[in-house]
């Protein structure tokens, strides 16, 4: 593996940290499309799929390859693939199509077996794709006459998720033209080696103190990730949303990367911090206090045996909320931090929104209690973030 140094001034989503997994399946796919031959990769979500080939696409490819990408969802039709590729499409002789000549186009389709089946439970997109596959070519809709067009040099890369949750098994017909390699779950080691690699060179000013804690702080993530992957989170029907992956490793780690060099000089400020993000990126997904209880356990348990810190000395107010909207608005760098006095919380929530009030018509008379400034601070914690969509739950009239 090259060595890889991480480029600060890349915002968090843009750092791609190459593994052994990631830099071999970049190779072999590329042999695959310079000999023609189709790719597909499955494999669960989170373990870098459509980033690698998109990465491969992007940079490593010669230059007589150009790339189309389409990103296939439940509603996606056949017309709709068809119109968008016959738009790229060039017209070379009398019922020949295909990309410039001396080019070839590369189409890279992402969630490949999302469409919905139809009634017959043939997945049409799937299908175009088929008739390529066999004959070369599909039929021209626009055209009265609706001549056979036969396309040339296109190359398909597809990823898709596992089947289950609106994703569906592929037939085989469309299977037997691909070359198929599996993404599996990345090793212990290579999640290890990506999140330490990118957190150091995160917090490369901050104390020695704080640096020698990485270690041990990327162990304590991991173990905590697979204790709630394996543990009693289990989705059940009414916790059908309890499916954790690599991604929310990840957003443990967005956050921590937010600390600030002045606030968090010791190891208990930025478990605090941890803990927190572990909150957020789990626990905020937990429907009962059960639930809640039994993850703040194993945080507090990873805290002790790691770091020998018990509960009172991590929680130096009743809950741990970190949040960059304590100075105001207008302040030109903002600093995520903990905000220590509550009261002094549900003030500053109150001020924001007397100044809403003051600028608009239809005025929002709300009661800020603690609770509702808590969840304003987790919203505002998820928008924040690139790539930050938030889906609130709850039941009708509590106040999402």
């Not at 796919?29 to 989170?46: F, I, R, S």
């Not at 150009?66 to 119109?83: H, K, R």
Request: charged fraction near 25%.
């Amino acid at each position: 593996m090259p060595e890889y140094n991480v480029d600060i001034k890349m915002s968090y989503n843009e750092i791609l940290v190459p593994t052994v997994d990631s830099i071999r399946m970049k190779y072999f796919t590329k042999l695959l499309v310079m000999n023609g031959k189709h790719a597909l990769t499955p494999g669960p979500t989170g373990t870098g799929k459509s980033v690698n080939i998109a990465e491969l696409l992007t940079y490593e490819l010669p230059e007589e390859y150009q790339t189309l990408a389409i990103t296939f969802s439940a509603q996606t039709s056949a017309n709709q693939t068809q119109d968008y590729l016959d738009d790229k499409f060039e017209k070379r002789r009398k019922g020949v199509y295909g990309p410039p000549i001396g080019k070839k186009f590369v189409i890279f389709i992402d969630d490949l077996n999302m469409p919905k089946k139809e009634e017959y439970g043939a997945q049409p997109p799937l299908e175009l794709l088929r008739q390529w596959m066999d004959y070369r070519g599909w039929y021209d809709r626009k055209d009265k006459e609706k001549p056979f067009k036969k396309i040339e040099d296109i190359i398909f890369i597809a990823a898709m998720g596992p089947p289950g949750g609106g994703r569906s098994v592929i037939t085989q017909r469309l299977q037997r033209h691909f070359n198929i390699m599996t993404y599996t779950d990345l090793q212990d080691e290579s999640i290890h080696t990506i999140f330490y690699t990118i957190i150091n060179a995160f917090m490369y000013n901050f104390t020695n103190e704080i640096k020698t804690s990485l270690d041990s702080l990327c162990q304590m993530t991991l173990r905590v990730y697979n204790q709630v992957l394996y543990g009693p989170l289990k989705p059940t029907p009414n916790k059908s949303h309890y499916t954790f992956n690599l991604r929310d490793i990840s957003r443990i780690f967005q956050g921590l990367c937010n600390a600030n060099s002045k606030l968090c000089q010791m190891p208990v400020q930025l478990l605090r911090m941890w803990i927190h993000e572990n909150k957020r990126v789990f626990g905020d997904r937990l429907i009962d206090n059960t639930d809640r209880d039994w993850l703040e356990g194993v945080l507090i348990e990873e805290c002790k045996t790691t770091f020998g810190l018990e509960k009172k000395e991590l929680f130096n107010s009743s809950r741990i909320i970190f949040g960059d909207y304590m100075q105001g608005i207008d302040v030109d760098t903002r600093i995520y931090q903990q905000i220590e006095n509550l009261k002094d919380f549900v003030t500053k929530i109150e001020e924001y929104l007397e100044e809403y009030n003051s600028s608009v018509k239809n005025q929002m008379k709300l009661v800020m209690f603690l609770d509702a400034c808590d969840h304003v601070s987790r919203i505002e914690r998820v928008i924040r973030q690139p790539l930050g969509n938030a889906l609130l739950l709850g039941v009708g009239g509590s106040g999402r």
